[in-house]
């Protein structure tokens, strides 16, 4: 992100238009490809489509399992080359530090993942299941009440997709895999005659004792699709809250590991990561009620369709409310009212125990002098220094 700074504002306008239009370039060329890989989980609509395929699958009964774990697994690589793709475009919209560009980073990841995996694999799905029958019956009624009625059929598909997701990538992630294919690459290539030069990165090459920084960016719009998945079908199907905890389980174990005992703590986002995941979790909120009050509707719920009306009216007063009372203080409140604040929450309370108890970590750091000097010339530099 340095090359944005002290860019025109005419440039950095043209770059962040770009990056838009890129963006939405991507999310309709990966429609495609998505769409054919739903299409491979629905094993028993694909042979009424494809001539050929149930006599293959009778001589080769494991090519119906394969066809039907190939789809996940498909997916799930399908969406890991996301983050590289739209970091590149995000960098070109101007931004100066790693801060904002991961908070644009986490706004378009968790919206293409709400639109490819959750509305592109829900409703290819449920098209590729159902074209035989559209094409035999092509009524208008046909059609919706097809669409209605195979839509909530999907929770198979996304449990797949979501526990190979989650198992695949804790797996991964426990085993550091990319870090330990790159310090076997680090102790061949670059400086290695001494202990410190092998354990020093080169050329963006880390050994395997530098700590990393942890990227929150694809955990966080990951745990965005998920909300997005069980607030949808908890209510269609309620099996998908439990394996949504064991998901969230696996995730909270695995990462809380590594943020102890792997990832650098000096990590830090500058807090502009959380309102984005707020946002985004109340935009999952909204849509899976709209969802779920056309679902009804589809399905001629005559009371239970208008009593999600006052749900989303309460949902939409209560993001106005935390919009006023919480985003905008946080935002603009000064630190003496905080202060001020806790201390009527709080009463009197005796701080003095932390004075001079914080030093900043570059005056922590001792005067480091080179390898080769001797103490003489320690002290020679000393000397002048006083």
């Not at 860019?7 to 769409?35: D, E, F, N, R």
């Not at 199907?237 to 909270?252: E, G």
């Not at 009212?337 to 900043?360: A, H, V, W």
Request: charged share 15%; aromatic share 10%.
């Amino acid at each position: 992100v340095w090359s944005n700074v002290g860019i025109a504002h005419k440039k950095q306008q043209i770059g962040y238009l770009l990056a838009q239009v890129l963006t939405a370039a991507t999310c309709l060329l990966y429609t495609i490809p998505v769409t054919f890989i739903s299409s491979l989980a629905q094993v028993e609509s694909l042979q009424k489509i494809i001539p050929g395929l149930e006599r293959a699958i009778e001589k080769n009964p494991w090519l119906g399992a394969v066809l039907g774990q190939l789809s996940p697994l498909l997916l799930v690589g399908l969406t890991s080359l996301l983050p590289t793709i739209l970091r590149v475009f995000c960098k070109h919209e101007g931004h100066v530090g790693e801060n904002s560009l991961n908070a644009s980073l986490l706004s378009k990841l968790a919206s293409l993942y709400i639109i490819q995996i959750f509305f592109v694999q829900a409703i290819s799905g449920s098209i590729f299941k159902q074209l035989q029958d559209m094409i035999n019956n092509p009524s208008f009624g046909q059609i919706i009440d097809l669409l209605a009625t195979s839509v909530p059929t999907q929770v198979k598909a996304f449990i797949q997709y979501v526990q190979i997701q989650n198992l695949l990538g804790c797996s991964v992630e426990l085993l550091r895999v990319s870090r330990v294919i790159m310090a076997v690459l680090r102790s061949h290539v670059g400086p290695n005659l001494t202990e410190k030069e092998k354990s020093t990165p080169w050329m963006g090459i880390l050994p395997i004792i530098e700590p990393e920084e942890m990227d929150f960016v694809p955990l966080l719009a990951q745990m965005v699709l998920y909300f997005m998945i069980n607030l949808v079908y908890s209510c269609i199907a309620p099996v998908m809250s439990y394996f949504m905890l064991l998901a969230f389980l696996v995730l909270s174990l695995t990462y809380r590991h590594q943020l102890i005992y792997t990832y650098s703590a000096k990590n830090d986002q500058g807090g502009v990561l959380s309102p984005r995941m707020i946002n985004l979790l109340i935009l999952c909120i909204f849509i899976s009620e709209c969802t779920l009050l056309g679902i009804l509707t589809l399905k001629k719920g005559v009371l239970a369709a208008p009593l999600l009306i006052p749900l989303i009216v309460g949902t939409y007063v209560f993001v106005l409310y935390i919009r006023q009372q919480h985003f905008r203080i946080a935002e603009f409140v000064p630190s003496t009212i905080c202060k001020r604040t806790d201390t009527t929450n709080k009463g009197d309370f005796d701080i003095s125990f932390l004075q001079n108890q914080y030093l900043q970590p570059s005056l922590r750091e001792k005067t480091v002098f080179p390898e080769n000097f001797s103490e003489t010339d320690v002290l020679d530099v000393l000397r002048d220094s006083n």
